[in-house]
C-alpha cells in the first residue's frame, strides 16, 4: 500500500532546495513563525522522498540523552535503547527537530559531529561512533521570533546547516491552501485570510505571535461544519491568542471592522 503524501503548496524553491540538500548529505535549518508550515512540509518531503520520519519536539528538559538513547531496566536486565537520533542514524531517515533552540545547549554539541562532513553520532555510553548512511538527513527548525539571548543558535552551529526562510504565504495561495485543507470555498476563505492578516500586523504590538495558517483552517473548518463565522472566528482566531480582555476586545473590534 503507498503511503500517502501530505498536503504541501510550494511558496518558493523550498522543495527543490529540500531535495538538493539531501541527495549531497547537507543538514537544513528552516525558520518561521508559529504555524506557517514548517512541520507539514518536512512531513511532505520525508513522504515524497519515502524515508521514515523521526520528528522530536524540543523543550527545556530535553536532554542529549533524551536523542542518543540510555540504558533502561528491562526484565531484571540493564538494555541499552536507542533515542529518536540514534534510530535514524542507524536505520536511515529524517531526523526532524522542531523547535532546536527550546533544547538544553547539550543537545547542539550531540549535533556537531552529524554536520559536518563526518555525519558520525559518537554514543559515549556504548562506545559505539555510528557513520550516518546515506539516505540520513537532519532537519531543524525554530521560531526567530522567540528568539532571546539564552535561547538562540550559536554562529557555530548555525553555520552547519543550509537555511530556508519560512512565512505566511502571500493572500491567494493561503486561500488555496486553507479551502484545500478545509473543504470550505474560497469566496468564504478570503476575507478570514484578510483577518489573520490585518492581526497578523499586531505582532509584537500586543500579540506575541500572529495567526497562524493552522489556525486559520480551524476556522474554516468550523465554518463548514455548520458554525457561524462570527463564532468560529472567535473559538479558533481570537481566544487561542491572548487571555487578556482588553487585547481580546482590541482583536474583536478589528474582526468588526473587517467583516463590518
Given at each position: 500500500?503507498?503511503?500517502?503524501?501530505?498536503?504541501?503548496?510550494?511558496?518558493?524553491?523550498?522543495?527543490?532546495?529540500?531535495?538538493?540538500?539531501?541527495?549531497?548529505?547537507?543538514?537544513?535549518?528552516?525558520?518561521?513563525?508559529?504555524?506557517?508550515?514548517?512541520?507539514?512540509?518536512?512531513?511532505?518531503?520525508?513522504?515524497?522522498?519515502?524515508?521514515?520520519?523521526?520528528?522530536?519536539?524540543?523543550?527545556?528538559?530535553?536532554?542529549?540523552?533524551?536523542?542518543?538513547?540510555?540504558?533502561?531496566?528491562?526484565?531484571?536486565?540493564?538494555?541499552?535503547?536507542?533515542?529518536?537520533l540514534t534510530r535514524a542514524?542507524?536505520?536511515?531517515?529524517?531526523?526532524?527537530?522542531?523547535?532546536?533552540?527550546?533544547?538544553?545547549?547539550?543537545?547542539?554539541?550531540?549535533?556537531?559531529?552529524?554536520?559536518?562532513?563526518?555525519?558520525?553520532?559518537?554514543?559515549?555510553?556504548?562506545?559505539?561512533?555510528?557513520?550516518?548512511?546515506?539516505?540520513?538527513?537532519?532537519?531543524?527548525?525554530?521560531?526567530?521570533?522567540?528568539?532571546?539571548?539564552?535561547?538562540?543558535?550559536?554562529?557555530?552551529?548555525?553555520?552547519?546547516?543550509?537555511?530556508?526562510?519560512?512565512?505566511?504565504?502571500?493572500?491567494?495561495?493561503?486561500?488555496?491552501?486553507?479551502?484545500?485543507?478545509?473543504?470550505l470555498e474560497e469566496d468564504?476563505?478570503?476575507?478570514?485570510?484578510?483577518?489573520?492578516?490585518?492581526?497578523r500586523e499586531m505582532k509584537?504590538?500586543?500579540?506575541?505571535?500572529?495567526?497562524?495558517?493552522?489556525?486559520?483552517?480551524?476556522?474554516?473548518?468550523?465554518?463548514?461544519?455548520?458554525?457561524?463565522?462570527?463564532?468560529?472566528?472567535?473559538?479558533?482566531?481570537?481566544?487561542?491568542?491572548?487571555?487578556?480582555?482588553?487585547?481580546?476586545?482590541?482583536?474583536?473590534?478589528?474582526?468588526?471592522?473587517?467583516?463590518?
Open positions: 500500500m503507498t503511503k500517502s503524501i501530505p498536503h504541501y503548496v510550494e511558496a518558493s524553491n523550498e522543495c527543490t532546495l529540500f531535495e538538493q540538500a539531501f541527495k549531497n548529505k547537507l543538514p537544513l535549518l528552516l525558520k518561521g513563525p508559529t504555524g506557517c508550515g514548517k512541520t507539514r512540509f518536512v512531513s511532505h518531503m520525508a513522504a515524497r522522498l519515502g524515508l521514515p520520519l523521526y520528528t522530536v519536539s524540543c523543550h527545556d528538559d530535553l536532554t542529549a540523552a533524551d536523542l542518543t538513547g540510555r540504558y533502561l531496566l528491562k526484565g531484571g536486565d540493564t538494555v541499552w535503547t536507542d533515542g529518536p542514524v542507524r536505520e536511515g531517515g529524517i531526523c526532524y527537530l522542531d523547535e532546536v533552540v527550546e533544547a538544553r545547549k547539550d543537545v547542539t554539541v550531540v549535533l556537531h559531529p552529524l554536520t559536518d562532513d563526518r555525519r558520525v553520532l559518537p554514543l559515549d555510553r556504548t562506545g559505539e561512533e555510528l557513520v550516518a548512511p546515506d539516505n540520513f538527513m537532519l532537519v531543524v527548525s525554530y521560531n526567530p521570533g522567540y528568539q532571546n539571548v539564552m535561547k538562540s543558535l550559536k554562529p557555530s552551529t548555525r553555520q552547519r546547516f543550509l537555511g530556508v526562510e519560512f512565512d505566511f504565504p502571500e493572500l491567494e495561495l493561503e486561500t488555496k491552501i486553507i479551502a484545500g485543507e478545509s473543504g468564504r476563505v478570503r476575507p478570514l485570510v484578510r483577518l489573520a492578516n490585518k492581526l509584537g504590538q500586543d500579540l506575541e505571535e500572529g495567526v497562524s495558517t493552522r489556525l486559520i483552517v480551524y476556522c474554516a473548518s468550523l465554518i463548514k461544519a455548520g458554525m457561524t463565522v462570527d463564532a468560529a472566528v472567535l473559538h479558533a482566531m481570537i481566544e487561542p491568542l491572548t487571555d487578556e480582555p482588553d487585547v481580546k476586545e482590541g482583536l474583536l473590534e478589528v474582526v468588526r471592522v473587517t467583516f463590518g
